[in-house]
């Protein structure tokens, strides 16, 4: 996990030429030069997304000669949503999407209890979420290894896509009057859960089907996402017990 880095403009080409699954690619704003631009033109053919930053932000990641990119390769595959969706399910199915989720001890955590109950796919966006490393497959107490990770451009279109197949969308918000405890969790929903600070995207809160919470003292603001990603999906196993 500690050598999932790579920097350098062909050995990040040619890694991704190589197949290897790439997590997050990072490229210097305003780079300049045929071998970047060959590099834009591969991502772009790949449909790979990366993330143009300042130099500083690289020279945080390595201390190397990184020739303005660097690029995290990922230790698990990433599944695509059409091809889970696709597979015949007799039971309520569960999906968890990640919105703004950038802490990897958080995601892991969410993992763990998502392979506990087991839950059908996680699903992140490429942007704005946590990296997949040595924390993440530390606190997921390797459950990273036994349940789908679907990465997908926006969430908009995963959620869309599990409508397609009668998959309801639950968002776990503080910005309604439902309790998670009177919402019917036997049919298959997928749950969003937001970051502790910004919570769910507007646009998403807009697309769900439904909107639900946890009981909260008025001593504390809110829990831990994981925490509460854990408390919703165990209402779903007792209610379907």
Not at 14 to 21: F, L, M, R, V, W
Not at 72 to 97: G, H, M, N, R
Request: aromatic share 6%; proline share 5%; glycine share 6%.
């Amino acid at each position: 996990m500690k050598n999932n880095i790579i920097y350098g403009l062909h050995p990040v080409m040619e890694a991704i030429k190589s197949g290897k699954q790439i997590d997050k690619i990072f490229i210097q704003k305003n780079l300049k030069g045929a071998a970047s631009q060959e590099l834009i033109t591969l991502l772009n053919k790949e449909k790979l997304s990366y993330k143009s930053v300042p130099i500083e932000k690289l020279n945080k990641l390595t201390r190397e000669n990184h020739q303005g990119v660097v690029a995290f390769t990922s230790p698990v595959s990433f599944y695509s949503l059409e091809e889970i969706l696709a597979k015949p399910s007799e039971k309520p199915q569960t999906f968890v999407l990640l919105d703004g989720i950038t802490d990897p001890r958080n995601f892991g955590a969410i993992i763990r209890t998502a392979v506990a109950v087991s839950a059908n796919g996680i699903i992140i966006p490429e942007n704005n979420s946590a990296p997949v490393n040595e924390d993440t497959v530390k606190t997921s107490a390797g459950g990273i290894f036994k349940i789908p990770l679907i990465k997908v451009k926006h969430l908009k279109d995963a959620i869309f896509l599990l409508k397609a197949y009668n998959i309801r969308i639950l968002a776990a918000t503080e910005k309604t009057d439902n309790l998670i405890y009177d919402t019917d969790l036997k049919p298959s929903f997928g749950l969003i859960m937001g970051s502790e600070g910004k919570g769910i995207n507007r646009s998403l809160l807009q697309i769900s089907d439904e909107k639900a919470k946890l009981p909260m003292s008025s001593k504390i603001d809110s829990l831990n996402v994981s925490v509460a990603c854990g408390i919703i999906l165990y209402e779903a196993i007792r209610q379907r017990l």
